[in-house]
């Protein structure tokens, strides 16, 4: 049996290397570790690259939203000022003004021309036409509380008239003329009369009422004296 022989292993060549401090990382100690600042900024050089790109547009005021701290005032942006718009003057409004005038006046003339339409109708209605009315007395002349004298005023085209009938006998009847109305419709004013003692002699007067006017007839026991004003 042959034997092989031992294979040598080849050696590293050892070569003489020099140390360098570089290349050990030693760690400084925790109570002398420095920390690197923030290199400063260069300013002109921020311009300059500003001025290269373009300008710079600043934001407005109002679209800044304010910042406000805790105690209520603003940090860092300056709150945006309201601006208040201008108030325009008022014209005045003259054909409002003149429209409103014109239906007020002619509201007033309609209101007016109702009213003395309904006048007028309410005294046809209670007077007819020509206006008359009528009572019953007893004031001595041939009468008494069973047989009454009648009494009759009418405004026969503005002239009036007092028409008596004594006891109700019209044999016994008397005619009395009145004023003349003179006027605007006064063709169409009614006339009233009442019976009583004026002057106090115990004998019923005769009193014609038209509108605010009132003539008196005294009576004499036989007939009616018209007095004189």
Same mark, same amino acid.
């Given at each position: 049996?042959?034997?092989?022989?031992?294979?040598?292993?080849?050696?590293?060549?050892?070569?003489?290397?020099?140390?360098?401090?570089?290349?050990?990382?030693?760690?400084?100690?925790?109570?002398?570790?420095?920390?690197?600042?923030?290199?400063?900024?260069?300013?002109?050089?921020?311009?300059?690259?500003?001025?290269?790109?373009?300008?710079?547009?600043?934001?407005?005021?109002?679209? #800044?939203?304010?910042?406000?701290?805790?105690?209520? @005032? /603003?940090?860092?942006?300056?709150?945006?000022? $309201? !601006?208040? *718009?201008?108030?325009?003057?008022?014209?005045?409004?003259?054909?409002?003004?003149?429209?409103?005038?014109?239906?007020?006046?002619?509201?007033?003339?309609?209101?007016?021309?109702?009213?003395?339409?309904?006048?007028?109708?309410?005294?046809?209605?209670?007077y007819g036409r020509p206006r008359t009315s009528q009572i019953d007395a007893v004031v001595g002349?041939?009468?008494?509380?069973?047989?009454?004298?009648?009494?009759?005023?009418?405004? #026969?085209?503005?002239?009036?008239?007092?028409?008596? @009938? /004594?006891?109700?006998?019209?044999?016994?009847? $008397? !005619?009395? *003329?009145?004023?003349?109305?003179?006027?605007?419709?006064?063709?169409?004013?009614?006339?009233?009369?009442?019976?009583?003692?004026?002057?106090?002699?115990g004998k019923p007067d005769l009193i014609v009422h038209i509108q605010d006017q009132r003539f008196?007839?005294?009576?004499?026991?036989?007939?009616?004296?018209?007095?004189?004003?």
């Amino acid at each position: 049996m042959s034997s092989m022989p031992a294979r040598k292993l080849a050696r590293p060549v050892e070569y003489d290397v020099e140390d360098d401090d570089a290349l050990y990382d030693t760690r400084l100690p925790t109570s002398t570790r420095r920390y690197k600042s923030r290199p400063p900024v260069n300013h002109e050089s921020d311009d300059a690259h500003t001025s290269t790109r373009g300008t710079l547009i600043q934001r407005r005021r109002s679209s #800044l939203s304010s910042r406000h701290t805790t105690s209520g @005032i /603003a940090s860092d942006a300056v709150a945006p000022t $309201r !601006i208040e *718009p201008k108030q325009r003057g008022r014209s005045f409004p003259l054909p409002a003004v003149l429209v409103g005038m014109v239906f007020t006046v002619v509201l007033i003339l309609a209101l007016s021309a109702f009213l003395s339409w309904w006048k007028v109708y309410q005294d046809d209605l209670h007077y007819g036409r020509p206006r008359t009315s009528q009572i019953d007395a007893v004031v001595g002349h041939n009468d008494s509380a069973s047989n009454p004298t009648h009494f009759i005023f009418i405004n #026969l085209n503005r002239h009036v008239q007092i028409i008596e @009938i /004594a006891g109700g006998d019209a044999s016994h009847a $008397r !005619i009395y *003329p009145g004023p003349v109305l003179y006027g605007d419709g006064q063709d169409l004013s009614p006339v009233t009369g009442e019976v009583r003692d004026v002057n106090g002699d115990g004998k019923p007067d005769l009193i014609v009422h038209i509108q605010d006017q009132r003539f008196i007839y005294l009576n004499d026991g036989s007939t009616f004296q018209a007095q004189r004003t």
